[in-house]
């Protein structure tokens, strides 16, 4: 099983709908969590830290659940430019940080 | 801040040839970075956790005496592919960590072994 694992999708959504991506971990010592949203041929960028009580930046939502060991981004609202591979990252203890392989998602106009 | 500069992007080098890569942390000092190596539409996969002043640690799998790591100062880390072959050809990127500011990438280095 791998250590970190998501739906590598794609996703392909209309504009204005709203999506979620659901990402699990195995280690239990996993310590923080994050949302990172790639693009085509280029670097990660981090989209959002994921807490404990959940957060949210505008139209972005993520949630952490450590019972059942997943989090999760809602994206609501999309817009073409939320087009991207969106990568699910754990770190273990601050020691070590394992990325999921991402989830595509196509936003259609 | 929290800004990571990597060079360079893109580079061609000829099979049995060395390539260096450098990863500077520009505004702040990482004591630790991480190195990646990604293969198209795969995920990042880590090669290498980089520590200023001691050796790197390195993933299962991953050849240490190919790619060696050296972490000499606060803001460089580099990362150099001994004897490339063609399968080293991929997309490298290093990463580093700041407190409130996650993990920070550079913008990556695109290798093609010829």
């Known amino acids: 099983r791998k250590e970190v694992e998501q739906d590598p999708g794609p996703f392909n959504v209309p504009e204005g709908a709203t999506v979620a991506f659901n990402c699990t971990y195995s280690?239990?010592?996993?310590?923080?969590f994050f949302w990172y949203r790639q693009d085509c041929r280029k670097e990660p960028k981090l989209l959002m830290s994921?807490?404990?009580s959940g957060n949210e930046d505008g139209r972005f939502t993520a949630q952490l659940n450590r019972a059942s060991q997943y989090i999760s981004l809602l994206i609501r609202d999309s817009k073409l430019s939320d087009s991207a591979t969106y990568l699910c990252v754990v770190n273990i203890l601050g020691f070590k940080t394992i990325f999921g392989a991402g989830t595509r998602l196509f936003v259609k106009a | 801040g929290a800004v990571v500069s990597q060079h360079p992007s893109r580079v061609i080098c000829k099979s049995g040839t060395s390539v260096k890569i450098e990863c500077r942390s520009l505004?702040?000092?990482?004591?630790?970075m991480f190195w990646y190596r990604q293969f198209p539409k795969q995920s990042l996969m880590l090669m290498a956790t980089s520590n200023e002043g001691s050796k790197a640690t390195y993933e299962q799998g991953v050849e240490k005496d190919k790619f060696l790591i050296n972490h000499a100062s606060l803001t460089l880390s580099t990362l150099t592919v001994t004897s490339a072959h063609p399968e080293d050809s991929s997309f490298y990127i290093c990463?580093?960590?700041?407190?409130?500011?996650?993990?920070?990438f550079g913008s990556g280095t695109r290798l093609t072994v010829v």
């Open positions: 990463s580093a960590s700041r407190f409130n500011y996650g993990y920070t």
């Open positions: 505004d702040f000092q990482a004591t630790t």
């Open positions: 994921v807490y404990s």
């Open positions: 280690n239990s010592a996993s310590q923080s």
